[in-house]
């Protein structure tokens, strides 16, 4: 029988080219998993996968990173590619859990969270943004970052939240709500949905001594939760909210992803019309 909860955790990046992606997954993992000279060549789905310690307990983590956004005039390809990666994610595990005879050791490669890097430089979300999240909020559960918050001054940043927030209200966008009652704690909850989107600083080094965003005002730290929430979104990815986000694909969005599908086999003798 297939787990409920299962070892494997995924998160997947999606966001435009240059925004920080290969320098989240190195500081996420805190070693040089990916080369940043060849972050700029992606052009499929490149998968990552560590073993985490998380508080003492093993946990295997996967980054699914995507091919960057806006490499042409046309990011269409890219959607679909992405929408049909997490369908066929769930698609598999559906596979799975019909068989007569289920392998118990069947890996879930279901996506748990996607994590989306908006521009600083856009000062809210894009038309083809708002797109993309559109096809996908009801296949994951969305996290949005907005990336290389830095050069941005803190009115600058104020502003860019609030046009989110007002953007993914108006647009009807599904993210990720912390908030919700009965999945974590309250008041955490509540101050981490007060952060989204939440700010990114990302390095093109894991070490001090090459740091490339040096100012003469001050150095912006990866880990300063002054200065920017990785760290936060950090202990959310590889601990606070793991199971939580878990649960949320499993028990939500892919039991209605599975309705639908299945819905779509039954004979039409077999709606009930009241």
């Not at 920080?20 to 997954?25: C, E």
């Not at 980054?63 to 679909?80: C, E, F, K, Q, R």
């Not at 600058?156 to 919700?180: A, C, M, P, S």
């Not at 599975?258 to 039409?268: A, C, F, G, I, K």
């Amino acid at each position: 029988m297939l787990r409920k909860k299962p070892q494997l955790f995924t998160t997947m990046l999606v966001g435009p080219a240059g925004c920080g992606k290969t320098s989240f997954i190195n500081s996420l993992f805190d070693q040089q998993l990916v080369e940043i000279s060849d972050s700029h060549k992606q052009e499929a789905f490149n998968v990552y996968v560590s073993d985490v310690d998380m508080e003492g307990l093993r946990r295997k983590i996967s980054i699914v990173d995507t091919p960057g956004l806006g490499a042409s005039m046309n990011d269409s390809y890219v959607h679909d590619s992405i929408v049909i990666y997490l369908r066929k994610q769930f698609c598999k595990f559906l596979t799975e859990e019909t068989k007569i005879n289920r392998n118990p050791n069947a890996e879930d490669t279901r996506v748990h969270a996607l994590i989306y890097f908006i521009p600083s430089r856009c000062g809210g979300l894009r038309l083809a943004d708002i797109k993309l999240l559109k096809k996908v909020d009801k296949l994951v559960n969305l996290i949005l970052v907005i990336a290389k918050a830095d050069s941005l001054t803190l009115n600058e940043l104020k502003t860019f939240k609030e046009n989110v927030k007002d953007q993914v209200r108006r647009h009807d966008i599904r993210i990720f709500n912390f908030d919700k009652e009965n999945l974590n704690d309250a008041d955490v909850g509540f101050e981490l949905q007060n952060k989204q989107p939440f700010t990114i600083i990302s390095f093109d080094s894991l070490k001090p001594e090459v740091n490339n965003r040096i100012y003469p005002w001050g150095t912006p730290g990866t880990m300063n939760v002054d200065h920017c929430d990785f760290k936060i979104l950090r202990e959310i990815i590889l601990s606070s909210y793991t199971d939580v986000l878990i649960e949320e694909t499993s028990e939500e969005l892919y039991e209605n992803y599975r309705t639908e599908v299945l819905s779509t086999l039954l004979p039409n003798d077999a709606v009930v019309y009241e």
